[in-house]
């Protein structure tokens, strides 16, 4: 089992910067072999892929945040991070973890507006 907790979500004004972590807790050891992603879901539309990054390292990222976000992950603290700079109003949404270990885990997400 895993337990993932968003924080560091809120309001913001456009051209501004937020960090997003993602808590992890459950029966591991350590999140170093378990991939992770943040996603996010606007009002009214799919959720869709922000930003991930396996246990090897390697980091994927949606179109729209290329340059503008970016996700890291601290093993020995089970958390992973989405810094966010230079936001825009359209990535007002709900932010949400995902662990794949075994199956998909995800957390409650965290609301991040962004005020133009």
């Known amino acids: 089992q895993v337990q993932l907790v968003e924080s560091g979500g809120g309001l913001v004004q456009a051209g501004g910067s937020l960090r997003l972590s993602c808590t992890a807790s459950g029966s591991f050891f350590s999140i170093f072999s378990i991939d992770m992603g943040w996603y996010r879901q606007a009002p009214g539309k799919q959720r869709e892929l922000v930003a991930s990054?396996?246990?090897?390292?390697?980091?994927n990222y949606a179109d729209s945040v290329k340059g503008r976000f970016t996700i890291s992950r601290d093993n020995a603290k089970n958390v992973v991070y989405l810094q966010m700079n230079s936001l825009k109003p359209e990535d007002t949404a709900v932010y949400s973890c995902k662990a794949s270990w075994l199956r998909d885990y995800w957390g409650k997400g965290t609301l991040v507006t962004v005020s133009s």
């Open positions: 990054i396996t246990s090897g390292g390697i980091t």
